[in-house]
């Protein structure tokens, strides 16, 4: 069966640390998708990154990096120079070829203090 | 591009009765919709999946006579909650996927916080 685990609940940082994000996958299939979401209190779900399963190249867009790696069956989200603005529930999602739900990790829910 | 709208942002409704939330994709045509409920400190939770044309498929333990989805065009998915209870108080949100776009991307909606008192 498909699963996401994200074993952390709630992380706390000050503002300018790093932060990395856990996420862990279960899947069958070969040929998958993982994403990771920003989910403000507003409530709307913000789109930050899409992999698939052929590319495991790291990535970085600013401040944000991840580290996708089949062996352990991770992808996992790092935050440089934390800030305020960044505190929000985090949510990893895996795509399940054919029916193409998205089947969603627990989140994080990420504070950062001034 | 790709923009999914949801209406109303937010409603609250008295025990007993239904409401309805539309969830459509404004510069796309969508094959497929996905309706998710998200109760407070937890995951979206997928509630059905609804393609154009044809009736919705359930999640397992998603009543479907409660949850009532129509997709009766390739922009325009509704969402009726009947004969509400405060237990259905929760945020919804609906996704779409592009008839014309890459299979696995889901395009997700602001989503409609539902109070039931």
């Known amino acids: 069966a498909q699963k996401v685990t994200q074993a952390q609940t709630e992380i706390s940082v000050v503002e300018k640390e790093d932060v990395t994000l856990d996420c862990v996958y279960e899947?069958?299939?070969?040929?998958?998708?993982l994403f990771w979401y920003k989910q403000p209190p507003s409530g709307e779900l913000v789109f930050l990154i899409r992999?698939?399963?052929?590319?495991?190249q790291n990535e970085i867009s600013g401040r944000y990096s991840w580290n996708f790696q089949k062996s352990t069956s991770s992808f996992n989200f790092t935050i440089t120079a934390s800030q305020v603005v960044d505190s929000a529930v985090y949510f990893c999602?895996?795509?399940?070829?054919?029916?193409?739900?998205?089947?969603f990790g627990t989140g994080t829910r990420l504070k950062v203090l001034a | 591009g790709a923009v999914v709208s949801q209406h109303p942002s937010w409603v609250i409704c008295k025990s007993g009765t239904s409401v309805k939330i539309e969830c459509r994709s404004l510069?796309?045509?969508?094959?497929?919709m996905f309706w998710y409920r998200q109760f407070p400190k937890q995951s979206l939770m997928l509630m059905a999946t609804?393609?154009?044309?044809?009736?919705?498929?359930?999640e397992q333990g998603v009543e479907k006579d409660k949850f009532l989805i129509n997709h009766a065009s390739l922009t325009l998915s509704t969402l009726t909650v009947t004969s509400a209870h405060p237990e259905d108080s929760s945020f919804y949100i609906c996704?779409?996927?592009?008839?014309?776009?890459?299979?696995?991307?889901?395009?997700f909606g602001p989503g409609t916080r539902l109070t039931v008192t």
């Open positions: 992999r698939n399963s052929f590319d495991e």
């Open positions: 609804s393609n154009e044309g044809s009736k919705a498929t359930y």
């Open positions: 899947t069958r299939d070969t040929t998958y998708y």
């Open positions: 510069d796309f045509q969508a094959t497929t």
């Open positions: 999602a895996l795509s399940e070829v054919g029916t193409y739900k998205y089947i």
């Open positions: 996704s779409a996927r592009a008839l014309d776009r890459a299979s696995y991307e889901q395009y």
